[in-house]
């Protein structure tokens, strides 16, 4: 039996949830405004988690200084991101999605998979069913999705990434040469910049162009493995199944996904900084300490490798996981492009007695206990935009804020929902 997948993507989530509030109180649309989800407008303090199409024309980047954003911007509208109402209409949408297909994957908080396989008796049209669970969640929660319809999950996702906002696409194996070959090479999944750059150089500048070359050729010019699932998704293959995800381990984990290849450690090091702070500031606030460190990164080949590191004695000091975990990644990294980073705190141990090393040195262990525990007053008091490590302040590059936005957000997550 030939399959049926959805992709359902929620389009500007973040921004256009918080529109839907505002509207039903009788405010401005953020939709159509020029305005951005993140940070305090009071204090032009924080970053910029999400904006709308008008902001965008401003020049305005997803990651930046607000105050950056507010100089292109004086009129921008900003919304300190409110990431307990996010949930919510997470949840509620993900829950309109499963009502209508046997297995669901939910990818993020704001896209998710259905196999819809089997259900032709009951769905018999596919198309007319992507539109019937569109309007639902348009009609019953106030925002709108893109639906991609194919056979895999890939060309499912990249269905939904056709034009957008509130439109159903489909792209089955037959449509491929009109609808996926002509697009250039960086439109295709999972393809980053370093690898077009070199299929460019190569003369590769379509995805058609990709499909139609030589699958050693590709592999001579991406890697083996890479170049192999590269050149199997130019030509839309792909049979990754639609996964319930397993109920998450006892632990602290987080993880930073990027678009493009990073290369270099300069990069990487300030979001794994990131990773460690926010994850220890959650285990201090649940009092739990850690006694195994974790890292999982993934590469070109699109596996993931994990490794990992038991520790003499539990802990939730912030540099002393991320000493370890910089150690850690440092041991098994080889330089290959990375796609993801992650850090996960494991083995958790209550917040008390601690057996202490003969030969450590007590008052700096103490002296950063009080530094943590300052910084964590602070964000309490003040938000968790209001203080940052000064190695994360001096990295300016794009991903390092990226990916410092993802934490405060979590941060803000964790604090919205102990304050339910």
Same mark, same amino acid.
């Given at each position: ?24 109180? =009788? ?10 989800? =993140? ?198 293959? #792909? ?102 980073? =992650? ?7 209550? #917040? ?19 530094? #943590? ?48």
């Amino acid at each position: 039996m030939e399959r049926l997948i959805f992709h359902i993507d929620v389009n500007s989530a973040f921004l256009s949830w918080e529109a839907v509030r505002r509207v039903r109180q =009788g405010l401005p649309d953020l939709r159509e405004i020029p305005a951005c989800i =993140g940070g305090d407008p009071k204090k032009r303090t924080g970053i910029v988690v999400a904006k709308s199409i008008p902001a965008k024309k401003y020049g305005i980047q997803t990651g930046e200084p607000m105050a950056m954003a507010l100089r292109k911007c004086p009129n921008l509208t900003v919304i300190p991101g409110d990431f307990a109402l996010f949930d919510r209409c997470s949840k509620a949408f993900k829950k309109i999605c499963a009502s209508y297909a046997p297995v669901m994957e939910s990818f993020s908080i704001d896209e998710v998979f259905l196999d819809m396989t089997g259900t032709s008796l009951i769905y018999p049209d596919p198309v007319a069913t992507a539109h019937e669970i569109k309007d639902k969640i348009y009609g019953d929660l106030g925002f709108t999705v893109n639906v991609g319809i194919s056979t895999n999950k890939l060309l499912a996702k990249m269905a939904s990434d056709f034009e957008k906002p509130n439109k159903v696409h489909t792209l089955f194996p037959d449509e491929i040469p009109v609808k996926m070959w002509p697009l250039p090479v960086r439109e295709l999944l999972f393809l980053g910049k370093v690898s077009e750059k070199k299929l460019i150089e190569a003369g590769i500048r379509t995805i058609g162009d990709l499909a139609h070359e030589r699958e050693e050729r590709v592999q001579s010019l991406l890697g083996e493995k890479a170049g192999h699932q590269l050149y199997r998704y130019a030509r839309g293959l #792909d049979d990754s199944p639609v996964r319930v995800q397993p109920e998450e381990a006892k632990g602290f984990s987080v993880e930073t996904t990027f678009n493009d290849d990073i290369i270099s450690m300069e990069q990487i090091l300030p979001v794994l900084l990131e990773q460690c702070d926010v994850l220890a500031t959650r285990m201090r606030r649940k009092k739990k300490k850690c006694t195994c460190i974790s890292v999982t990164f993934r590469t070109l080949d699109f596996k993931n490798r994990s490794h990992q590191m038991k520790l003499e004695n539990p802990t939730d000091l912030t540099d002393e996981i991320y000493k370890n975990a910089k150690k850690l990644f440092a041991e098994f990294w080889k330089g290959q492009p990375l796609r993801l980073i =992650g850090v996960a705190l494991t083995n958790l141990t209550e #917040d008390g007695f601690e057996q202490l090393s003969l030969f450590e040195d007590t008052t700096d262990k103490e002296r950063r206990q009080k530094l #943590d525990a300052a910084m964590d007053e602070i964000r309490s008091k003040y938000g968790n935009s209001m203080i940052t490590r000064a190695s994360i302040m001096n990295s300016n590059s794009r991903i390092a804020r990226k990916a410092r936005a993802q934490m405060e957000n979590e941060l803000d997550h964790d604090l919205d929902e102990e304050n339910k």
